[in-house]
């Protein structure tokens, strides 16, 4: 509890015991008031000078001055413990919002915990402590073990073990060394690095992940703004339909007595604060709930977007593939595989290609370059080697073409980049290279189905044959190869135009080259972007590392928290509906209507907190 927590919980304590005594004195008539204003200040006196302080700025219809005329009133009518009662369950529930948001502001805090508060830099052989706005780029700064990466930054010296929970919400370290990027933001666990400075703080890695969450309450949803005018009629409705139930009755019954009560409990049944408080509870609980997980969500309109997903579409390599090659196929004519694979990887030793990088991994021998001699590349074709006094060709089918034993229609349906080998002018096989699908894709494409996604679509710029295999590996829907990224502007438009009215297009993508695509889409979600300033720039929604699986967890967040949403407002303008109509017919007294007003806040505050708890998929 925070220290003005603690303080209101002790008013509510003594108020309580006061009223508790106040009912055991023997006094009768007036004489008992002073007993129970003495409980009255101590709990609303805050109540009462809000109200007048915002009469005073003309912001006269709001909670406040709803319970100051309830209780007033109530005083007035000889109803002391009433009034007493009505502001000490009214500052009960206050309580449990404070406690409640308090929660839900700890999980954002502990996000934005990640702004480091200094810096060390070499500055004329000394390490001197600055603030990390001071820092330029191209000086050294020194991050000791414990301590925060203030600024991003190339590792010039030393390795270390670097936890990016923070950024990524997984708690498996990485390494950092030599020549390797490091991010702002992470923590430096075990080693001693100096960093080359590349970024300044404000365009840094945690600066834009800062700005990002401290903005995202300004970007509210549907429900939230309806919230809003639904209260800025509501209540001034609620006070002159309570002034109309005072005073149209008396005329015709004069029983002024039995109408002002009955107008006074209409009032505390009135009050809107169990939405007020409850709805942008519930979005921000989801936001800092998503970021724990290292899903940053730029606002509650997006939660509520995301929820209604009914088409999610991605882009193919570094979203649903990892972008990088690897040997998918060794298919041999008249040799072994083993000696496919050999006389490739040796013949193409000496290249830096990713493909060449992946036969010889696949290969798992050591490069030997007295085994090799007289390598020439042949523009666009491939190369030529003497690999143990054999000829070796290895290539693609123009290289092959005038070869014997060799067919036009050899691995034509292969899905990926294919390899061709001959030796000593007779073809011997291929191999296939391909990128390969990440270990969560298809986790995450179940998950996505499972929780209710119509339609799932890849875009890819890749051949037919190797986005037809993908797709298919991973069961989605709909697959459009070979195209341009203008091409997948037009091809997002088309299902854009197909969806369902209530349907919502989410488009998931690297952030890197996507942000067209991304800015278009109902949803833009940028993966694996720790670190992209384009994806953080772009999308909607980013998911801070590679785990895909983070998709479907960001679904089932903003469905969680859309469903609590409606719960309560379906439980809140119920109760009080109901209890607004035994009000004013006389059947609802002020403890009753306590319970319409404070009990409906709680419940819905309580109900409200359950998006605090992301941890666990909910159906």
Request: glycine letters at 10%; aromatic letters at 6%.
């Amino acid at each position: 509890m925070t220290k003005k927590q603690k303080k209101m919980l002790a008013r509510i304590l003594i108020s309580a015991a006061l009223l508790i005594a106040a009912h055991f004195v023997p006094l009768e008539g007036l004489w008992r008031l002073p007993l129970y204003l003495a409980p009255y200040f101590i709990i609303g006196w805050d109540v009462l000078w809000k109200a007048i302080r915002n009469i005073a700025h003309g912001q006269v219809f709001d909670e406040n001055f709803l319970m100051s005329l309830a209780t007033v009133g109530a005083l007035v009518l000889g109803e002391y413990a009433e009034a007493v009662g009505v502001m000490l369950f009214y500052q009960v529930g206050e309580l449990f919002q404070s406690y409640a948001v308090g929660k839900s502001r700890q999980s954002i805090a502990q996000l934005m915990d990640i702004r480091p508060d200094a810096a060390n830099v070499e500055r004329n052989g000394e390490i001197v402590e600055v603030d990390p706005e001071e820092v330029e780029i191209g000086e050294t700064i020194v991050i000791r073990p414990g301590e925060k990466v203030p600024l991003d930054g190339v590792v010039l010296e030393g390795s270390s073990a670097i936890d990016t929970a923070a950024l990524t919400g997984e708690s498996a370290p990485r390494d950092a060394a030599a020549g390797g990027e490091l991010l702002s933001g992470c923590v430096n666990l075990t080693g001693l690095l100096k960093v080359r400075v590349t970024k300044e703080f404000g365009q840094s890695t945690v600066a834009k992940i800062l700005d990002l969450v401290e903005n995202a309450s300004s970007k509210k949803a549907k429900a939230e703004n309806f919230i809003t005018k639904f209260a800025r009629y509501y209540t001034p409705a609620v006070v002159f339909g309570a002034l109309a139930l005072a005073i149209l009755p008396s005329l015709f019954t004069h029983d002024w007595r039995t109408w002002v009560s009955r107008a006074l409990i209409f009032l505390v049944i009135s009050c809107p604060c169990a939405l007020v408080i409850s709805i942008p509870l519930s979005f921000f609980g989801g936001i800092g709930g998503a970021s724990r997980k290292g899903i940053l969500v730029k606002g509650g309109n997006y939660l509520e977007l995301l929820a209604n997903a009914g088409i999610v579409v991605f882009d193919k390599t570094g979203t649903l593939t990892k972008g990088t090659f690897a040997v998918s196929e060794v298919h041999p004519v008249g040799v072994s595989e083993s000696e496919l694979l050999e006389l490739a990887a040796l013949a193409e030793q000496h290249s830096s290609h990713p493909i060449a990088q992946s036969l010889r991994a696949a290969w798992g021998g050591e490069p030997d370059p007295r085994r090799v001699a007289g390598v020439t590349e042949i523009a666009g074709q491939g190369v030529k080697a003497l690999v143990d006094g054999k000829e070796v060709l290895a290539g693609n089918r123009k290289l092959m073409a005038s070869l014997p034993g060799w067919t036009d229609g050899a691995a034509g349906g292969a899905a990926g980049t294919v390899v061709h080998v001959a030796a000593d002018g007779k073809y011997i096989g291929y191999v296939t290279v391909a990128d390969q699908i990440k270990e969560t894709a298809p986790k995450a494409l179940a998950d996505l189905k499972a929780a209710g996604v119509r339609r799932t679509v890849m875009l890819t710029g890749d051949s037919e044959a190797v986005g037809r295999a993908v797709g298919e590996s991973l069961s989605i829907d709909e697959v459009h190869a070979g195209l341009l990224p203008g091409d997948k502007v037009d091809r997002v438009e088309d299902l854009l135009a197909s969806k369902g009215p209530k349907e919502q297009l989410v488009f998931v993508g690297d952030g890197i080259n996507d942000a067209p695509v991304l800015s278009r889409a109902d949803v833009g979600v940028a993966m694996g972007a720790l670190g992209s300033d384009a994806a953080i720039e772009a999308a909607d929604v980013v998911l801070m590392d590679d785990d895909l699986s983070k998709l479907a967890d960001a679904v089932s967040i903003a469905r969680k928290c859309l469903r609590i949403v409606r719960q309560n407002i379906v439980f809140a303008l119920g109760v009080k509906g109901l209890f607004l109509l035994l009000g004013a017919a006389g059947c609802a007294n002020m403890w009753e209507a306590v319970f319409a007003d404070v009990g409906v806040a709680v419940i819905a505050i309580l109900n409200a907190s359950r998006m605090l708890k992301t941890d666990q998929r909910s159906k």
